[in-house]
């Protein structure tokens, strides 16, 4: 197995033992569904605020306390595993970084300043979360649909490309990527998205 795919499993069967609720995302998730891509890190969301310093308390930490309190460079320590912080957009962060297996890894709920049902890949999105059996271990993984939708609207074609290859847009819930795709303002005959796609989305619609 790659140091990430260690990484993921370590850190998976810890917050499973923990019966701690999860949800992988980002690029390690694409990566489990298959695309052909190597993930920079290991996202995991976690509903609750709560729940994040239960992790905190499974996970390895560094003794020693980090120099800095920059969120960007910022990482858990046995005296402070968790960071707090309110972004530009008045969502609160609570937050946790680790290094596992070379890898890093970080937790994260998010709570925006006002409740949504939008289903993106924060709030909402956990009661869609796929239980997968991966390596032999169980994994709650954010839906294809819902990171396709992100691709879109990031525009990142390279990484939607890797993740139709791997995931034939007739397999896909059409009806959770329309959703998706409408909680983000995307119509249907947007120029981004490739015509594959444009296709199941407008057929029997």
């Given at each position: 197995?790659?140091?990430?795919?260690?990484?993921?499993?370590?850190?998976?069967?810890?917050?499973?033992?923990?019966?701690?609720?999860?949800?992988?995302?980002?690029?390690?998730?694409?990566?489990?569904?298959?695309?052909?891509?190597?993930?920079?890190?290991?996202?995991?969301?976690?509903?609750?605020?709560?729940?994040?310093?239960?992790?905190?308390?499974?996970?390895?930490?560094?003794?020693?306390?980090?120099?800095?309190?920059?969120?960007?460079?910022?990482?858990?320590?046995?005296?402070?595993?968790?960071?707090?912080?309110?972004?530009?957009?008045?969502?609160?962060?609570?937050?946790?970084?680790?290094?596992?297996?070379?890898?890093?890894?970080?937790?994260?709920?998010?709570?925006?300043?006002?409740?949504?049902?939008?289903?993106?890949?924060t709030g909402a999105a956990h009661s869609f979360a796929l239980e997968l059996s991966w390596h032999g271990t169980l994994l709650l993984v954010v839906p294809i649909e819902l990171q396709i939708a992100t691709m879109i609207a990031r525009d990142?074609?390279?990484?939607?490309?890797?993740?139709?290859?791997?995931?034939?847009?007739?397999?896909?819930?059409?009806?959770?990527?329309?959703?998706?795709?409408?909680?983000?303002?995307?119509?249907?005959?947007?120029?981004?998205?490739?015509?594959?796609?444009?296709?199941?989305?407008?057929?029997?619609?």
């Amino acid at each position: 197995m790659k140091p990430w795919e260690q990484a993921l499993k370590a850190v998976a069967q810890l917050l499973n033992h923990a019966e701690i609720n999860w949800m992988l995302v980002g690029s390690a998730a694409t990566a489990v569904h298959g695309a052909g891509i190597e993930p920079g890190d290991i996202d995991i969301l976690i509903p609750t605020a709560g729940e994040v310093y239960t992790a905190a308390a499974v996970l390895p930490s560094k003794a020693e306390q980090s120099p800095t309190a920059d969120p960007g460079t910022w990482h858990s320590t046995d005296t402070q595993p968790v960071l707090t912080w309110t972004d530009n957009t008045g969502s609160r962060w609570t937050f946790g970084r680790w290094t596992i297996n070379r890898t890093k890894v970080e937790l994260a709920n998010l709570e925006p300043p006002e409740p949504s049902d939008a289903v993106i890949e924060t709030g909402a999105a956990h009661s869609f979360a796929l239980e997968l059996s991966w390596h032999g271990t169980l994994l709650l993984v954010v839906p294809i649909e819902l990171q396709i939708a992100t691709m879109i609207a990031r525009d990142q074609q390279q990484r939607l490309n890797a993740t139709l290859a791997a995931n034939h847009p007739d397999e896909l819930n059409v009806g959770l990527l329309r959703r998706t795709l409408n909680d983000r303002h995307i119509e249907a005959a947007d120029p981004r998205i490739p015509t594959a796609l444009h296709q199941v989305l407008t057929a029997n619609s």
